[in-house]
């Protein structure tokens, strides 16, 4: 049985995932790379560091490390002031009454994002006491498709891997929650999360009017 719900964050409680979008295309425009929707989603739940060395390679560029570094600075600077705007709006559909039903329903809440800027998001959409074990970016050696953020996340709320359930928007966070042994359920398109046990199109369609159980 599911003890754990472990939420990504970018693409799945909230959508920030185009401001990313937004900021890696920013770079790689001035870097003259070109950047497509299809590249953007293998950067989806990817580190930034892991991201740029990606945008790089797809620009055949090689860069020294300190120059890499001020374009990630950059990059995430550009992401920011497009946070600057964020507030509870941007919660997308479904996330604040699933997470209510599965409290309800005694499963145990958890974050498992990428990302280093979550603490900032989270205050922005004041969300914090969602959870009861929360891992970023800044926790974790290993960017998804490595297991290590759900993991930990899992160890921290006292569930075992099996009894995790992750939800996810991108291919690497699905990949990582398979290899930690968890359920996974893909938030977005089937055709494109095809390592997903099961798809849906957002939260909403969790909702117990349409589920039963978690
Ligand atoms: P930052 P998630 C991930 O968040 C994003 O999907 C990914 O696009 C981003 O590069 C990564 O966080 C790092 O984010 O630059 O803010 O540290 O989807 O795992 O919640
Ligand atoms: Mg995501």
Redesign the pocket.
């Known amino acids: 049985a599911i003890k754990a719900a472990i939420f990504?964050?970018?693409?799945?409680l909230v959508d920030?995932?185009h401001y990313?979008?937004l900021a890696?295309r920013r770079v790689a425009e001035r870097l003259d790379i070109p950047f497509t929707e299809a590249d953007?989603e293998r950067?989806?739940?990817?580190?930034?560091s892991?991201?740029l060395e990606y945008v790089l390679q797809k620009g055949k560029e090689s860069m020294h490390a300190d120059e890499k570094r001020e374009w990630?600075a950059r990059?995430?600077a550009w992401?920011l002031e497009y946070l600057s705007a964020l507030n509870e709006s941007h919660l997308l559909p479904g996330a604040r009454a699933y997470v209510a039903w599965l409290k309800k329903a005694g499963v145990r809440i958890g974050l498992?994002?990428?990302?280093?800027?979550?603490g900032v998001i989270l205050e922005r959409l004041r969300i914090q006491d969602w959870f009861d074990a929360a891992v970023?970016?800044?926790m974790v050696a290993q960017?998804?498709p490595d297991p290590e953020?759900f993991l930990k996340c899992a160890h921290l709320l006292h569930v075992r891997p099996e009894c995790c359930l992750v939800l996810?928007?991108?291919t690497?966070?699905i990949q990582a929650a398979k290899n930690a042994g968890m359920k996974c359920i893909g938030i977005g398109d089937k055709h494109v999360l095809t390592e997903a046990d099961r798809v849906v199109s957002g939260l909403q369609e969790l909702l117990p009017s349409k589920e039963a159980s978690p």
Do not use: P
């Open positions: 990504d964050l970018d693409g799945v920030t995932a990313h979008y890696w953007n950067l989806k739940g990817v580190s930034r892991q991201s990630a990059k995430n992401y498992g994002t990428s990302s280093k800027n979550a970023d970016g800044s960017t998804k953020v996810e928007d991108s690497a966070g």
